[in-house]
């Protein structure tokens, strides 16, 4: 489950450093801006992802973001194993996924990182990752209820992997799964309560 070390230490920080720069980018934010649907941060949730996004009634804005959130974890996973070993791809994606977590540019108050997590699996397994992302999508439209797709997105990515053979990986996407659990703590609370939020709602 954790992967052999073949890349050196000094390139792994290089590495970890440039990936964490890239996710940090808040495109949610910096789309919501050109796109003139004011500061995300005080719309709907708060939250810097495309289904607070969607919140303003401007689906191209949520399209753009979720491909952008989505493309900036794979294109680190993608840069990352084209330079270096395994290894090296897999701290990349981890670290663009924390740096959307907790980006520098936001004083470490960053988004949820479904999407990222989406685009760093694919990367990292191409059909795990479409088999994730057509869990996420079937869950979000049956129920309309973007928390729970993301939470089962991340127990199926854990499970697809395994199924595929692909143990390798599966340390580096638990470690992303926990985190989305444990940044959807209130969206657990409220979905025990029947109170959240459903897809297109403005809450």
């Not at 941060?41 to 996004?53: E, H, L, M, W, Y």
């Not at 996973?77 to 090296?88: K, N």
């Not at 973007?146 to 997105?153: F, G």
């Amino acid at each position: 489950m954790i992967p052999i070390i073949e890349t050196p230490m000094s390139s792994l920080v290089l590495v970890a450093t440039l990936a964490y720069l890239l996710g940090a980018v808040p495109f949610g934010l910096l789309v919501a801006r050109l796109m003139g649907l004011g500061d995300l941060r005080q719309i709907g949730s708060g939250n810097i992802g495309a289904t607070n996004v969607l919140r303003t009634g401007n689906k191209l804005a949520a399209g753009v973001t979720l491909l952008l959130d989505a493309g900036k974890g794979a294109v680190a996973v993608f840069l990352a194993g084209l330079w270096f070993a395994p290894d090296a791809a897999q701290l990349a994606g981890l670290a663009a996924f924390i740096g959307h977590l907790f980006p520098i540019w936001l004083g470490f108050r960053g988004g949820k990182g479904v999407a990222t997590f989406l685009g760093v699996l694919l990367a990292l397994s191409f059909f795990a990752g479409l088999q994730t992302c057509i869990t996420w999508f079937a869950i979000a439209m049956i129920f309309r209820l973007s928390s729970a797709a993301a939470l089962a997105a991340s127990v199926a990515a854990v499970i697809w992997l395994w199924m595929l053979r692909q143990p390798d990986v599966i340390g580096v996407t638990l470690v992303m799964a926990a985190l989305i659990w444990w940044r959807h703590r209130a969206n657990i609370a409220r979905l025990r309560d029947g109170t959240e939020p459903r897809i297109g709602g403005n809450g």
